[in-house]
T-cell receptor, first 119, second 113 residues
Framework: EAGVVQSPRYKIIEKKQPVAFWCNPISGHNTLYWYRQNLGQGPELLIR????????DSQLPKDRFSAERLKGVDSTLKIQPAELGDSAVYLCASSREGTGLSSGANVLTFGAGSRLTVL | QKEVEQDPGPLSVPEGAIVSLNCTYSNSAFQYFMWYRQYSRKGPELLMYTYSSGNKEDGRFTAQVDKSSKYISLFIRDSQPSDSATYLC?????????????FGQGTELSVKP
């Protein structure tokens, strides 16, 4: 089974430029998450999708960040314009709906992340 | 104050040592407690999870939850160089059934041969 695939793995841009990250979740996983991980910190949730609906975007800085999950599969996270403080690793994760962790439901599987450096 | 606090380390131990990693939390609604391992330049991978209080053992790893003290621990016995990674505790309330995770900042562990 292929894991969560993210691209690009690394991106270096100058401030005020736009950037986009793509995520392909595990087949059959209806819930998709975008997390941001700053250096030396744990991941912080940006947005959570159930199928194509964003059910929790309270932590997404909406002035410059946007996300979409067309057809409830792949997702794109965009930043425009990027700021120096946006330098971080952007992690995508997915999980399948179910009742209880013991069945494997609601267990998040993370991708390798997209490392953004804003100069 | 952060909802989940974790000593960032770094922690360096000799091979074969017992390692103790800990987190404290403030939100009494947390019911799901997880430990993730993250190798350098990789995404976090789930090691263990527990629901509510108690202990859980899986091979060399033991997870403990003390809800009365709002304190969780991960013990690694007979530590190996391959255990060198950052260990992240993560928690979720029953309303999210483990889905929406709040992470600690991670403890960097190095096991020396």
């Amino acid at each position: 089974e292929a894991g969560v695939v993210q691209s690009p793995r690394y991106k270096i841009i100058e401030k005020k430029q736009p950037v986009a990250f793509w995520c392909n979740p595990i087949s059959g996983h209806n819930t998709l998450y975008w997390y941001r991980q700053n250096l030396g910190q744990g991941p912080e949730l940006l947005i959570r999708y159930e199928n194509e609906e964003a059910v929790d975007d309270s932590q997404l800085p909406k002035d410059r960040f946007s996300a979409e999950r067309l057809k409830g599969v792949d997702s794109t996270l965009k930043i425009q314009p990027a700021e120096l403080g946006d330098s971080a690793v952007y992690l995508c994760a997915s999980s399948r709906e179910g009742t209880g962790l013991s069945s494997g439901a609601n267990v998040l599987t993370f991708g390798a992340g997209s490392r953004l450096t804003v100069l | 104050q952060k909802e989940v606090e974790q000593d960032p380390g770094p922690l360096s131990v000799p091979e074969g040592a017992i390692v103790s990693l800990n987190c404290t939390y403030s939100n009494s609604a947390f019911q799901y407690f997880m430990w993730y391992r993250q190798y350098s330049r990789k995404g976090p991978e789930l090691l263990m999870y527990t629901y509510s209080s108690g202990n859980k053992e899986d091979g060399r790893f033991t997870a403990q939850v003390d809800k009365s003290s709002k304190y969780i621990s991960l013990f690694i016995r007979d530590s190996q160089p391959s255990d060198s990674a950052t260990y992240l505790c993560a928690m979720s309330s029953i309303y999210n059934q483990g889905g929406k995770l709040i992470f600690g900042q991670g403890t960097e562990l190095s096991v020396k041969p």
